[in-house]
């Protein structure tokens, strides 16, 4: 379960990443 919730805020991460790229 820790790692599901891991994977959800490295997912976050990449999106803003995205989101600040474009």
């Known amino acids: 379960?820790?790692?599901k919730i891991q994977?959800?805020?490295i997912k976050m991460?990449?999106?803003s990443g995205n989101?600040?790229?474009m």
């Open 13 to 15: 991460e990449i999106l």
């Open 1 to 3: 379960m820790i790692v």
């Open 19 to 21: 989101n600040e790229n």
């Open 7 to 9: 994977t959800e805020i």
